[in-house]
């Protein structure tokens, strides 16, 4: 039966909002790679400015001064960059949200499609990560475990929070301490940086959109 004309209107509706969604998410993508290669360049910037002050200081005090000036610089735009991230990641959940609720609407008025399918149609957290391709089904913890650090703010922390490990190191040769305090003050600070931006991601991701509650929820799974 040929669909009616407000069937095939909905339709039309339905997939410009989804290639609007699906333009959308490409704009994400691309500023939050620029983001990520404007970070970079500062740092390998800075690393270069470094090496050139070592070789006329000898690594003396004026190397010390302006490599933890340097850096702190580099410190504060990766925290920024981390955080315009996140801001990114939440965008792009929207964006998923938004999309699983247009493919329920299609499959409410075309429910024989459902086996073509492969993104879900639920719009709670479930259904995003399906449509995301990550893997909640326990049977890859390992991966489910360290996926925070395959994103781009999850690496970026690592970077970042290596940098205020070289700063809390430079700060300990400043003062003359021995070699392994100053190790020790590099992985002290690498640790509690890597650990606050990633208490900061977890709250983060909890402090949702209201907006985006589940409307369309997965069914329950019946038990095997």
Do not use: C
């Not at 470094?50 to 001064?65: C, E, Y």
């Not at 702190?72 to 981390?82: E, M, R």
């Not at 459902?114 to 391709?133: C, I, K, N, R, V």
């Not at 301490?177 to 002290?188: D, K, N, Q, S, W």
């Amino acid at each position: 039966m040929p669909p009616s004309r407000r069937e095939s209107e909905a339709l039309q509706i339905l997939a410009t909002e989804h290639w609007s969604l699906l333009a959308t998410r490409a704009l994400t993508y691309q500023e939050s790679l620029g983001r990520v290669n404007m970070f970079l360049t500062i740092l390998s910037g800075a690393v270069i400015a470094l090496a050139l002050v070592a070789q006329a200081d000898h690594f003396g005090p004026a190397f010390l001064s302006i490599a933890i000036f340097m850096l702190s610089v580099v410190l504060l735009t990766g925290v920024f960059t981390v955080a315009r991230l996140m801001s990114l990641n939440r965008d792009d959940f929207r964006w998923v949200i938004a999309m699983n609720r247009l493919r329920h609407a299609y499959l409410e008025l075309h429910p024989e499609l459902e086996p073509s399918f492969m993104t879900s149609p639920y719009d709670d957290l479930p259904g995003a990560l399906q449509t995301l391709g990550i893997d909640v089904s326990g049977q890859d913890r390992l991966g489910s475990m360290f996926h925070g650090l395959q994103t781009l703010p999850g690496m970026l922390s690592v970077i970042v929070s290596s940098v205020a490990g070289a700063i809390g190191g430079l700060v300990a040769v400043g003062f003359g301490a021995p070699v392994v305090v100053v190790v020790l003050a590099g992985i002290a600070l690498f640790l509690v940086t890597f650990v606050l931006i990633g208490a900061w991601g977890r709250r983060a991701v909890r402090s949702l959109d209201p907006t985006l509650a589940a409307r369309f929820p997965s069914p329950p799974k019946s038990p095997t």
